[in-house]
């Protein structure tokens, strides 16, 4: 009798996924299409709606209690949208580097490089100038930067084991990194040039 009722409760709440994303479909793919441009990211708004909502149905687990279902299936969408716009880098086709006859002619344009063009990052110069770099940073911008960058830390990983929250982990670590990019100068870590 309780799996009977447990299974009608589920069923009922899927259902209200269902009735809900069925009644705002339109709505849905309109907010799609004021956030993500179709064309730049080579996608439909429907086929992004159709996504979520398949994606909803096969890992919510309906056994919870959903509060507030179109705040959910919103986010959802806000979600994938933003993963698309993370994953879209500015590409150039390379046909659009050749002529009428479709011969290449991006190469031709490119001039030969100078080899004293070509510097080499000297490792002992690096770490040295790193090693001054960290040395000026407080004791906690080092210790996140080292945990983070170098030991391989998540930042979940040291808020879990300093107990500190998350937030001030991050903290420490830009005002850090931005410390870093004014001590260490690109300039001084190439090789001296023996020519």
Do not use: C
Request: no cysteine; proline share 2%.
């Amino acid at each position: 009798m309780k799996g009977e009722k447990e299974n009608t409760r589920s069923s009922g709440r899927r259902g209200g996924l269902k009735t809900f994303i069925s009644s705002e479909y339109r709505n849905l793919v309109s907010f799609v299409k004021r956030y993500l441009n179709e064309r730049y990211y080579n996608v439909s708004a429907e086929d992004v709606v159709q996504d979520v909502a398949v994606n909803l149905f096969s890992k919510l687990d309906f056994d919870e209690h959903l509060e507030n279902v179109a705040g959910y299936v919103y986010r959802s969408i806000k979600n994938k949208i933003t993963d698309f716009q993370r994953k879209k880098k500015k590409e150039i086709p390379f046909e659009n580097f050749s002529n009428e006859e479709g011969e290449e002619v991006f190469s031709g344009n490119i001039p030969a490089l100078d080899e004293s063009m070509h510097l080499e990052i000297d490792d002992k110069r690096f770490y040295d100038n790193l090693n001054y770099a960290l040395s000026k940073l407080s004791p906690n911008q080092q210790m996140v930067f080292v945990a983070t960058e170098m030991e391989g830390y998540t930042f979940e990983e040291l808020s879990d084991e300093l107990n500190i929250p998350i937030g001030t982990l991050l903290s420490w670590k830009h005002r850090g990194v931005k410390k870093l990019k004014k001590i260490i100068k690109l300039d001084d870590l190439y090789m001296e040039n023996e020519n």
